[in-house]
């Protein structure tokens, strides 16, 4: 049972990219928003959540567990890189268990916050060296103790001989 839910949504998915992509759809309908909701009762959004989740899926490579419904597949979806995208997933399956959704999430949540973090290090990192390279080339040669103007000359430096 539970294969054949996973089957489903993949096939699902799939037939509705090959619909949507070469534009299938235009026998009989004018666009693909009218085609989901005519023929299959189906908005367009969910049309397009169950083709991403198929896309997804893919994504993953072909060994290994896989996700079993539309829904872990959607939460997997929110990370972009797919090197980042198969390590969470083989974090969550190393003990072979099925993951919920809900655990999917809290992971990628972790993953956001994380990379959310590592960008503003990264922002303040180069916001001081900005702030350093703008700095006068000769700030260290002051002579004497900090804050002392001393006699020495060069570039950047107010000389007095």
């Known amino acids: 049972m539970i ?17 949507r992509e070469s534009r299938l759809y235009r026998g009989t309908h004018s666009t693909f928003e009218d085609y989901c909701q005519e023929r299959w009762g189906m908005s367009r959004c969910h049309a ?22 539309e829904a ?9 890189d797919l090197d980042t995208r198969r390590s969470i997933w083989a974090v969550l399956t190393e003990n072979g268990a099925q993951p919920t959704a809900a655990q999917i ?27 350093n390279d703008a700095m006068p080339e000769n700030n260290d040669d002051r002579g004497g103790e900090a ?3 001393g ?6 430096c107010r000389g007095r001989s």
Do not use: H, M, Y
């Open 3 to 19: 294969e054949r839910g996973l089957a489903t949504f993949l096939e699902v998915g799939s037939a509705l990219l090959t619909i």
């Open 48 to 69: 397009n959540r169950q083709i991403q989740a198929a896309e997804v899926v893919g994504s993953l490579g072909p060994i290994g567990p896989k996700p079993a419904n």
């Open 72 to 80: 872990q597949a959607r939460e997997l979806a929110r990370v972009a």
């Open 105 to 131: 999430r809290a992971e990628v949540d972790f993953f956001v916050v994380l990379e959310a973090r590592n960008a503003l290090v990264t922002r303040a990192a180069d916001l001081v060296r900005q702030a």
């Open 147 to 149: 804050g002392q103007r």
């Open 151 to 156: 006699g020495r000359s060069g570039p950047g």
